[in-house]
């Protein structure tokens, strides 16, 4: 959830392309992890991110 205020907050100072990654990171980290009591580590997520910025 704090990936999608975070995004929100970006969207308050028009800075839509990064909220726009925010937004497809949190959509990446539900699809790895549909199940929303379970915890990603650290390493899971930064493995995340670094995907999508290779796309």
Same mark, same amino acid.
């Given at each position: 959830?704090?990936?999608?205020?975070?995004?929100?907050?970006?969207?308050?100072? @028009?800075?839509?392309? %990064?909220? *726009? !990654? %925010?937004? @497809?990171?949190?959509?990446?980290?539900?699809?790895?992890?549909? @199940? *929303?009591?379970?915890?990603? *580590? %650290? !390493? %899971?997520? !930064?493995?995340?991110?670094?995907?999508?910025? +290779? +796309?």
């Amino acid at each position: 959830m704090s990936h999608l205020s975070d995004a929100q907050a970006m969207l308050d100072f @028009n800075l839509k392309k %990064e909220a *726009t !990654n %925010e937004i @497809n990171l949190a959509k990446a980290i539900l699809l790895a992890h549909p @199940n *929303t009591d379970d915890w990603a *580590t %650290e !390493n %899971e997520l !930064n493995e995340i991110a670094d995907k999508l910025k +290779q +796309q």
